[in-house]
């Protein structure tokens, strides 16, 4: 049997295929289609299918990332939304926390509410914070409103009352009223997509999820039926936030949770491979066609986050902590009014692309200037199914940049890729120096179509001393969605102190939760020996406003002070200091529902052939200033056996990527095939300010001003 993982990314959508029975795998890639995500999917696993000749009935699963409600909310094209509040607080969304989006640019101002005011309709209702009704539900007044939208046309209705999370009862009734009045609209309720306090977050996640509910339902619509039409039986999981799959009805019942879906399936795969081969700290660095996405791993776990924002818009589900920036082989090159260069954020995307694919491409990119330096394959990329134009990518380059600049080609095109490598470090030091890591101690991990290219010289800005490069990194996200688990996180606020007397209470919320965990897992078909369950307390000392996370074993076999060791413990590990003595405050139970997937182990590298073997020719290859065009070895990675030494000025390729070698660097393939990069010239990181100063100057001297 075969397992099928599948990302669809804003330029490529990506597939990977795993023989179960002895682990072997597959790669393939086919052009992403925006107008319907769903026509790559099925072209990508027809191909596979064909090409393989495995029959659709050997397919045992499938699993896939999107984009789609990221998207929805990054262009703000979701479905209208109507809100349903408790009177006096229809202005918390606008309110928000009463902060500015930048401090001191006052240019920078916040997104559009999603919802007008005009759809904001008030109730009477209220529960008290420990859940006692105060006022009653007027049934009248819901039912009214809901008649409000529906003549308003509105086909998303977001009910969110003032502590629900403690007392679901008036939202519930509230729903089945909106649900007589509008019986097709999609309904988003906060206690059952953030059954947590903190009003505003809730409200806003609650908000985002309806808005992007009835596209992402159609999306999947689509996507399920073409998976059908080519005889798949099985029915396909959506990877989301945190790194686990869901299946594709509780998708629709909470697609705000797959914001960062295939993003995050590949910091998943990356701890996976990075734990197989020993390396179990990474930087991951994943650079597609529209934006490179950085996180950290650290001891073999990703680093998991509650709160972020996209697009603006406050996010409250637990997620992979995953920084994004708009820079990737699509994003544009373009001057500003004082006559400097930029790049990005905004991108040629997979339509109409690069100027070099030749699809109609009309401006400068980042892939353009790689194929002028011939970094890229000056004649053809995914391993000959795609032919590239590199004259015009060098005249685009030429028009738009060296000439209004005053530059040579290569001095334009080199420009771009330095600025765009400056913006990508930004982005890994903000994960990780920022946090208090020391990057001399991790590796960096690239994958994505464009993350080899840039690896070495991204590595070498921020202190790094070794890149790794898996198999086919272009497919890695897709890759990862088969290393990793079925999973939904339940969280409960219970606002309590730590004592002898509360701990009942806080034990009981978490049986509570494994009540709500056993009814999903075996909604999702998951098994009882499959089964797992990881809790965790939010908690803080009284007085504070932020919480730090506890990891539990067993919560029923706690007291509560080993509880309060534990806590001491975390806090000093996250804020460097502890209050013995201090009251403990409770705030989030959290439980996190895993269902165990069968995992095809990695496999082993070929043996049986010699570095001559891979071989393919020679080019010429600009590798900067200090060297140059240099006569540049090219070998086809899939030649490469396991213990294979490659010394620079070199470039490996591969269907879904390519690495790039400098003159001073080296590189092994390990057991399992993933190319271990050494940097033979590494600044040391106390270094790197001094190195980011000549960058600076002789960025300067070429005229390219970030």
Request: proline share 5%; with cysteine; net charge neutral.
């Amino acid at each position: 049997m075969y397992r099928i993982g599948i990302d669809v990314g804003g330029t490529f959508t990506d597939f990977t295929m795993i023989d179960e029975s002895v682990g072997d795998v597959k790669f393939h890639k086919v052009p992403s289609t925006p107008h319907d995500p769903s026509e790559a999917i099925e072209r990508g696993i027809a191909d596979l299918l064909r090409k393989h000749g495995i029959a659709a009935g050997q397919i045992s699963h499938v699993g896939h990332g999107t984009t789609v409600a990221t998207n929805l909310i990054i262009e703000r094209k979701g479905s209208p939304v109507g809100l349903i509040t408790t009177r006096g607080f229809r202005d918390i969304l606008e309110i928000g926390r009463q902060t500015r989006p930048h401090l001191f640019d006052y240019a920078v101002g916040k997104p559009p509410v999603l919802v007008p005011r005009m759809h904001r309709l008030e109730v009477d209702e209220r529960m008290s914070a420990r859940g006692e009704v105060l006022v009653p539900l007027d049934e009248d007044a819901v039912r009214r409103a809901a008649e409000t939208l529906r003549d308003a046309g509105i086909d998303a209705v977001t009910v969110c009352f003032l502590h629900a999370y403690c007392n679901p009862s008036h939202e519930q009734r509230a729903k089945a009223i909106v649900r007589e009045v509008l019986p097709t609209a999609y309904l988003s309720i906060s206690s059952e997509v953030l059954p947590e306090f903190r009003e505003y977050e809730r409200l806003s996640t609650t908000v985002l999820n309806a808005a992007v509910g009835p596209r992402m339902a159609r999306y999947l619509d689509r996507f399920l039926e073409r998976v059908r039409a080519l005889g798949v039986a099985q029915a396909p999981f959506t990877i989301h936030s945190n790194g686990g799959l869901m299946s594709a009805s509780s998708v629709r019942q909470f697609p705000v949770r797959t914001c960062l879906s295939g993003p995050a399936a590949g910091v998943v795969g990356a701890a996976a491979v990075g734990r197989a081969i020993g390396r179990p700290d990474l930087v991951t660095f994943d650079v597609g066609g529209t934006s490179t996405d950085v996180s950290l791993i650290s001891g073999g776990r990703p680093l998991f986050t509650s709160n972020r924002q996209v697009a603006g818009y406050p996010v409250k589900t637990p997620m992979v902590d995953i920084h994004v920036i708009g820079a990737g082989g699509g994003s544009i090159a373009w001057l500003d009014g004082a006559g400097s260069l930029k790049v990005g954020p905004h991108s040629a995307g997979a339509v109409p692309g690069p100027v070099g694919y030749g699809r109609g491409g009309t401006e400068p990119t980042i892939t353009d200037a790689e194929i002028t330096l011939h970094r890229l394959n000056p004649d053809v990329l995914l391993k000959g199914r795609m032919a590239v134009d590199a004259s015009a990518a060098r005249e685009i380059i030429t028009a738009r940049v060296a000439q209004p600049l005053g530059l040579s080609v290569e001095d334009a095109a080199e420009g771009i890729i330095r600025i765009v490598n400056a913006n990508m470090s930004r982005a890994i030091r903000a994960v990780s120096t920022e946090r208090g890591y020391d990057l001399s101690r991790f590796a960096l991990f690239a994958y994505g179509g464009a993350g080899p290219l840039h690896a070495v010289e991204v590595a070498e800005e921020c202190g790094i001393p070794t890149v790794i490069v898996p198999q086919e990194p272009g497919t890695m996200c897709a890759r990862g969605i088969l290393l990793t688990d079925i999973s939904f996180d339940f969280v409960r606020s219970l606002i309590v102190q730590v004592s002898s007397r509360s701990w009942p209470a806080i034990a009981s919320a978490f049986r509570e939760l494994q009540a709500d965990a056993l009814a999903w897992l075996s909604g999702e078909s998951v098994e009882e020996p499959r089964r797992r369950y990881v809790c965790a307390i939010d908690a803080r000392y009284d007085g504070q406003n932020f919480e730090v996370q506890v990891a539990l074993d067993d919560s029923q076999q706690l007291t509560a002070a080993d509880f309060e060791q534990r806590f001491h413990e975390a806090h000093t590990r996250e804020y460097g200091y502890q209050v013995p003595g201090r009251a403990i405050q409770v705030i989030n139970c959290r439980l996190q529902a895993v269902g165990q997937v069968i995992k095809a182990p990695l496999a082993a590298a070929r043996s049986d052939t010699t570095l001559a073997d891979a071989r393919t020719g020679s080019r010429e290859v600009y590798h900067g200033k200090a060297h140059g065009w240099c006569a540049t070895a090219v070998y086809d990675r899939d030649l490469l056996s396991a213990g294979t030494r490659i010394e620079g000025p070199a470039v490996i390729e591969e269907m879904s990527s390519t690495t790039v070698l400098g003159p001073l660097h080296r590189a092994t393939v390990d057991a399992y095939g993933t190319l271990i990069i050494s940097l033979a010239a590494q600044p040391r990181a106390s270094a790197a300010p001094t190195r980011a100063k000549q960058a600076r100057t002789a960025v300067r001297s070429m005229k390219v001003f970030q």
